[in-house]
């Protein structure tokens, strides 16, 4: 079973930047990032294949976010740039234990981290 574990997350002011970590204990393909606002359910942020460059990112971050790896550390990250109020949530890093196609739900995911509460005021 391999463990996910998400750093990071923080308050900042609207306009601002953060940088999400998400180290992985062994090896993954596809990852990528999730996040759940108080009564909302999770949605889709962005995912990284697992082999070459392929990305995808939801319509809301495109152009201020950046989901990357680190193959050889096995981390993933997001750089979280024009940060606003609405991107408030708990943000999960996600990773499929087999090669496959990237994709925007949730049941193609195996591994799941514990979240990191990003808060963003206005």
């Known amino acids: 079973q391999v463990q996910l574990v998400e750093s990071g997350g923080g308050l900042v002011q609207a306009g601002g930047s953060l940088r999400l970590s998400c180290a992985a204990s062994?090896?993954?393909?596809?990852m990528g990032w999730f996040r759940q606002a108080p009564g909302k359910e999770r949605e889709f942020v962005a995912v990284?294949?697992?082999?070459?460059?392929?990305?995808i990112y939801a319509d809301s971050v495109k152009g201020r976010f950046t989901i990357s790896r680190d193959s050889a550390k096995n981390t993933l990250y997001l750089q979280m740039d024009s940060l606003k109020p609405e991107d408030t949530a708990v943000y999960y890093c996600a990773a499929s234990k087999s090669p496959k196609a990237i994709s925007r739900v949730t049941y193609e995911y195996d591994y799941w981290g514990q979240g990191t509460q990003v808060t963003v005021s206005s």
């Open positions: 990284i294949k697992w082999i070459g460059t392929s990305t």
């Open positions: 062994g090896r993954t393909f596809n």
